[in-house]
């Protein structure tokens, strides 16, 4: 088994080829091993992940952007919307509150806890202190952390990408995502050494090269160090940090 290391003196708590039901690791949190490759700690979504296949981060529930909010002043460590919302008990925990208009747009603070809410008013609990004060008129989107809930990338991108699966890993469990160096990664068409790639848009957890049109327009994951074959798996040099 390959080594795990973190960026300083760590100690690394779940194997690479390991899952679990329960977090051993912070979400996001990032390791390397000692051939150069790097990982991030992530859950499932509520489908199982594939061995080889491209994730993309949960869909963002856009209910819950642009929210209305009360004003809060510089050093509080919360944020009450004044619109309605719908959200389950710490749906956003280790998400982000990102200011998205008018006073302190431009910061974001990281989201520790928050209550369940049902077409109600929600208090977001902070890790960070306001630095900006906020007003009403300031508006907040409320953003799930991009490694909690990740799911097979789809043809139809619903997010960002957030890594290549290590190995099949159970709904809802946590466990890696690959993120940088050599990957297997399932190919959806022929492609010469040296091609960027991208997520495809006709086989879910697939990547396909660049010069197929429209996926020209979608963020580059890595680059193909072998010639590739259609519906094979193929080695990626990935470059998602």
Known sequence: ?????????????????????????????????NDGRAFRYCKAGGSALAAGKLQQSSAQDTDDHNLAIAASAIGATTIVTTGTVTVTANQYADGFAVIADDAGEGYMYKISSHAAATAAVVTINLADDIVIALTTA???????????????????????????????????????????????????QTGTVGSDVVASNAVAGAVEVTADGASEILSVVGTLMVAVTNAEYGLVNLRML
């Open 138 to 188: 300031t508006t907040v989107d409320l953003v799930k952390n991009p490694y909690d809930g990740v799911i097979i990338a789809p043809t139809t991108i619903s997010s960002s990408p957030a890594g290549v699966a290590v190995k099949a890993l159970t709904a809802s469990y946590f466990g890696w995502l690959q993120v940088s160096g050599p990957c297997s990664v399932l190919i959806d």
């Open 1 to 33: 088994m390959s080594q795990l290391t973190g960026t300083g003196p760590a100690v690394v708590a779940q194997g690479l080829y390991e899952e679990n039901v329960v977090a051993q690791h912070n979400l996001g949190e990032l390791v390397h091993s």
